[in-house]
């Protein structure tokens, strides 16, 4: 009976002249429609834009940007791709086995695309769940994707997607039946291999080999090879610097197939599959290498920010990207006073080195002479450095890494550092509030509600506990010896030892540092840039960052105090302590200020301003604010030399404050702001601000953007002249620089001899200099051994002599200051002034006396 019902009911649904008829017509003819159009509309947006053959026989690649010195010489790219090529007969042969086997095992059977093993995959994924199916896409298909990305989808609808997922993938097929047609299968697998990106910098298998194993691609053992061609599935999840665990089992799946295909045996698989992976041989090229790797550095940030600022922008409207554009960027940095700048700070922070390690031998800078309050601030900085190491940062990725992706998961974008993380232990345990977390900055209070309820939650017991066994796991091995390389003053600027992770944190922490800058005063042109020892193992630029800048900030005071207070630079005044009181109008003062002097001597003899700034005298330039009555004058000097008065630090404070202190240099500046600063000495008072890009040119040559330097006349040429002329007699006389070119400059030490800095001045050039360590207690113990004349001053008096030495380089070693306005020689008269007490003499210092006496003849 149910038999003869159905037959029943199929006729009435496929009778054409029946109402059920008529439906299944039309269904099936709507149907029909609808898959012809879909059809056509893949074939039509598949066939759309394809490449030509042309195209694909001279495919296009990211395109590198260079940057150039003042001479045209090349000395550094931004790219993407930095890819050596390799031929297919030059190919490793673990490397062709793992390939074929893994991703396609029927490369030499098909045409592009490969219906078989689309099938096999599908099946064997989706009904067997077998990770080792094999992959879908063939290799040439693989190579059709990287040479022609898809589209961006994130922003499309879920229907438009499917459309254009398909669509790519049709399209990508028909590539890929193209590139068959255009190139043989082994001219295929070497461009797939080379145009491949396996991150960390690699690109291409060659490079691949030689940044994750050091050794070149033909040198690959099968367990280097297998690890590679596993990275191409997905190499950021399959990272073998960051997911080691995941990278090892992936390769040994690639293993187990080579296996399967008979390239090695099953006792080779089981010995290579319980093997780490080996990274000892890891080394990514890095911005360290090559010249001025500080200013590249400084380079990369400065590009961003002009392109934004200026809207600098294609003509299409697009945005320019420095790593894929070819751009052509010309830089004022001159090569040969590079080398020679870079040279000169080796040289002299190698004899500071010397000296230091003979100071603190069998001494804790960390622990020294110090109070409980310093040590434990010491310990607690000292231990944030070491968990700001790569070595360190890879073993909270490893123990971490998964709780850490689950706080990210629930709580998006709440920091998490380890400081974070104690913090808020302590307050889930009572030992500090929500309040004290913020106000000691532990904690940002615009996340305060998500971390209390993380603290609050099941997942915070888990955090804890992983966090703990990190912190045992830290102490472990950053307290064992292992071999590695550290930071040393020989021809290679480096040595291997065995050493814990935490003495190499702290051996590289007792390094003095160095900053240095040349520019030139009348174009603001910087021609040298060095911004450390080392850029490979000291990463902080010492050219931007801030630091108290010493008596290098009594010449704006001196010319200020003439500009200003009309103070005749032969006047004299007392060499005693001079106090500012809190009621004193024009200083904001809560309390008296009386400073000493570098010495904590006075001698009580009368010196000008001739002699007060030789010997750098703060109870002569205390003298002078008060005659000024106010530090505004000064912080007017400082705007107008390029130095923003106003600026305020990520403290709140004021960079430049209202307060007298300013005069002995108690101020946080960087070494560029005050090489522009001092520029203007050498360029009769006019102020340029320091540019280092000239221009930059895109692909074609069209000049995008050209960089004029602001000028800004700041100090009357009269009293310019007056400072270039005590400028000169600082380094005059006992205190003569052994180079020919005519030159005037200021040394600076700060408290406790931290800094040390220079500011050479000459009629074409501007040399600034600081040296100190980046912890302010790695420093010298006494001034004779700490003071900028004998830690900075020396720098630049070697690279002028190597300057001078070398005619072709371009520098005029007989070029002179500009000539005095008229006036000049009366004011620096100072036969009326010129007045010594007897009675007094005998307090002064050997080279006191010796100055002023040399002072007192040419005067």
Known sequence: MFNNRFVRFTRQIFDTSGRYGRYTRNLLWGTGTMAALLTAFILYTGFR?????????????????????????????????????????????????????????????????????????????????????????????????????????????????????????????????????????????????????????????????????????????????????????NPSLYNPKRFAEKCRDRRNVVLGLMKSAGHIDQEALDSLSLKDIDMSGFSRKTQSEGPAPYFRSELTKFLKDIFTKQNIKKSDGSEYNVYTDGLKIYTTIDLTYQKYAEEAVWEHMKWNQERFWKVWKNKDPWTFETDDYQKNLRASIFESQCKASDRYLALRNKYMGDVI????????????????????????????????????????????????????????????????????????????????????????????????????????????????????????????????????????????????VGSTMKPFVYTQAMAVANIAPCKEYDDIQYTIAPGDAGFDLVEEWSPANATEEFTGNKYNLFHGLLYSKNSITVKLLKEMGTVEPVRNLLSNLGIDKNLRLPNGKLAVPRLPSICLGAVDLTLLEMSGAYSAFGNNGTYVHPIFVSRIEDKNGKVIYQGIPSRKSAI?????????????????????????????????????????????????LITGIWTGGD??????????????????????????????????????????????????????????????????????????KQKKEEFDDEF
């Open 716 to 764: 009357n040429p009269l009293y310019n002249a007056v400072m270039v002329e005590m400028l000169k007699n600082n380094v005059s006389g006992l205190f003569k620089m052994n180079i020919k070119s005519k030159i005037g400059g200021k040394t600076g030490t700060t408290n406790d001899y931290a800094d040390g800095w220079f500011m050479g001045v000459t009629p074409t």
């Open 49 to 233: 834009n394809l490449p030509s053959f042309q195209e694909l026989e001279n495919p296009k690649y990211d395109l590198a940007s260079v940057i150039y010195d003042v001479k045209g010489v090349p000395f550094g790219r931004y790219y993407i791709e930095d890819r050596i090529s390799v031929d297919y007969d030059r190919l490793s042969p673990n490397v062709r086995n793992a390939l074929l086997v893994t991703e396609d095992d029927r490369f030499y059977s098909h045409s592009g695309i490969d219906l078989i093993a689309l099938f096999r995959v599908g099946f064997k994924t989706l009904i067997l769940r077998q990770e080792s199916a094999g992959g879908g896409s063939t290799i040439t298909q693989q190579l059709a994707k990287l040479l022609y990305r898809r589209p961006d989808m994130r922003k499309m609808s879920a229907p438009r997607k499917a459309l254009t997922l398909v669509s790519s993938k049709v399209k990508e097929w028909f590539t890929a039946v193209k590139l068959e047609k255009a190139y043989t299968k082994e001219e295929i697998m070497a461009m797939y291999l080379n145009k491949f990106e396996f991150i960390n910098g690699a690109h291409g298998i060659e490079a691949a080999a030689q940044i994750y194993f050091n050794k070149n691609q033909d040198s690959l053992n099968v367990s280097e090879a297998a690890t590679l061609v596993g990275m191409l599935k």
């Open 775 to 848: 912890d302010k207690w790695i420093r010298f113990l006494t001034l004779d051994d700490g003071q900028g004349y004998i830690m900075a001053r020396p720098i630049s008096e070697l690279f002028l002599q190597k300057l001078e030495k070398d005619a072709a380089c371009g520098y005029d070693y007989q070029a002179d200051f500009p000539t005095p306005p008229a006036g000049f020689s009366e004011l620096i008269d100072c036969t009326q002034f010129k007045t010594i007490r007897p009675s007094a003499e005998r307090y002064m210092h050997k080279k006191e």
């Open 405 to 548: 992706s689950e706080v990210e998961k629930q709580y998006p974008g709440i920091p998490f550092s380890d400081n974070v993380i104690k913090a808020l232990d302590s307050i889930r345990n009572n030992r500090i509030s929500w309040y004290q977390a913020v106000e000691r900055e532990h904690i940002d209070v615009a996340y305060q509600d998500r971390y209390q309820r993380l603290v609050s939650g099941d997942l915070w017991p888990r955090v804890m506990k992983e966090f703990d066994g990190l912190q045992e796991v830290f102490r472990k091995e950053f307290d064992t010896p292992v071999k590695m390389k550290i930071f040393d003053y020989n021809e290679g600027g480096e040595k291997e030892v065995e050493m814990s992770p935490r003495d190499s944190v702290r051996w590289h922490k007792m390094h003095l540092q160095a900053g240095m800058l040349a520019v030139e005063p009348a174009t603001g042109h910087v021609k040298a840039w060095v911004g450390g020892l080392s850029h490979k193992y000291f990463k902080y630029d010492h050219a931007t960052m801030r630091r108290s």
